[in-house]
């Protein structure tokens, strides 16, 4: 099992970055698929990044390619979502999710394949 915490959200004008933080506890959390989603006012929760267990492979949503970088650090139980050129439109909060389960790299994007969630950290972007 692992206990996921987000923090690093916060205001910021549009083009500027932010860099996301997710700790988690847990002694097995370098055996975990990593997620990024996020939600919006309004909207539903959406993928935004995944990484593996290794690091070795991350995927992106289209629409933060070029500009969010997911990455991780085992040896802090750490995964971060660095965010640049930000948005209006990518004002939401952000969850990280972590589960040991998945097995193919396309169902990284699915939220209902996470069994660990985070409590959410808000992002504003004003414009």
């Known amino acids: 099992q692992v206990h996921l915490v987000e923090s690093g959200g916060g205001l910021v004008q549009a083009g500027g970055s932010l860099r996301l933080s997710c700790a988690a506890s847990?002694?097995?959390?370098?055996?975990?698929?990593l997620g990024w989603f996020r939600q919006g006012p309004g909207k539903e929760r959406e993928f935004v990044a995944a990484i593996t267990w290794s690091g070795g492979y991350t995927r992106y949503a289209d629409s933060v390619k070029g500009r969010f970088t997911i990455s991780r650090d085992n040896a802090k139980n750490m995964v971060y979502l660095q965010m640049n050129t930000l948005k209006p439109e990518d004002t939401a909060v952000y969850y990280c999710?972590?589960?040991?389960?998945?097995?193919?790299?396309?169902?990284?994007?699915?939220?209902?394949?996470?069994?660990?969630w985070g409590q959410g950290t808000q992002v504003t972007v004003s414009s």
């Open positions: 999710a972590a589960d040991r389960k998945i097995a193919t790299l396309d169902k990284l994007e699915s939220l209902d394949e996470y069994d660990y």
């Open positions: 847990g002694r097995t959390f370098s055996s975990y698929m």
